[in-house]
């Protein structure tokens, strides 16, 4: 239904964004709950079963890798995604302009004007910076209706790694309205 993106009764988060932001690392440090300087290109596709998640339902986590991966094989993911993640670096500026000059355009491209799949926004390495850019992204929800919600992070300290996960998987069970954030409904 309109309300639910979760196929099959499971979650399917997807991460893209650009290079070397620390998609990998995301998904590295959430599994094994520490950093590792060496991950490789691309995650293996990842499913976190449901008694381990917090709202009980088996979730997938898709590692994108441009490295890897062709377009199609991006756009094949984009259709097949529950919620997707756009991951950008916090000290790299160019990895956030890409945000509204690629991929928020391309997923309108692909998913059409008025998809409803869930975009969340995820600042990673916050542990490399003193300041937030919450402030820099937050205009974008009022040009994209579909996002949910901007998070920071790092992969590195393991700092809000696995409730940007939580979040993802909320905002695909209980859709809201983008005046309510998801960590305050319980
Ligand atoms: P691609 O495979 O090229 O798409 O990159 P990716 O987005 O998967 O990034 P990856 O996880 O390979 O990380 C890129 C680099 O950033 C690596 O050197 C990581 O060790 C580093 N890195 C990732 N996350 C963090 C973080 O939270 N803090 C810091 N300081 N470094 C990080």
């Known amino acids: 239904n309109d309300q639910s993106h979760a196929n099959d009764s499971t979650v399917r988060i997807l991460l893209v964004g650009e290079r070397e932001v620390g998609k990998t690392s995301m998904i590295y440090s959430l599994v ?7 991950v490789p290109a691309k995650f293996e596709e990842i499913t976190i079963p449901a008694e381990v998640t917090p709202v009980n339902i ?7 890798s441009a490295q890897e991966q062709s377009e199609k094989d991006l756009y094949e993911e984009l259709q097949r995604a529950s919620v997707i993640c756009i991951v950008y670096a916090i000290d790299n500026e160019v990895t956030i302009d890409k945000i509204s000059t690629y991929w928020l355009p391309l ?3 692909r ?5 409803s ?3 969340i926004l995820v600042g990673n390495k916050s542990d490399l910076v003193e300041y937030s850019s919450i402030d820099t992204v937050l205009p974008l929800m009022n040009q994209y ?3 949910e ?3 920071e992070c790092s992969a590195k300290n393991l700092d809000n790694l696995s409730e940007i996960f939580y979040y993802a998987q909320k905002t695909v069970l209980y859709p809201v309205t983008p005046i309510y954030y998801p960590e305050e409904r319980e």
């Open 32 to 38: 094994f709950e520490e950093f590792d300087e060496e």
């Open 58 to 64: 088996p979730t997938v986590i898709v590692d994108y």
């Open 107 to 109: 997923i309108h491209q």
């Open 111 to 115: 998913l059409g004007e008025n998809h």
């Open 117 to 119: 799949i869930p975009i």
């Open 145 to 147: 209706k579909e996002i």
């Open 149 to 151: 919600i901007c998070v």
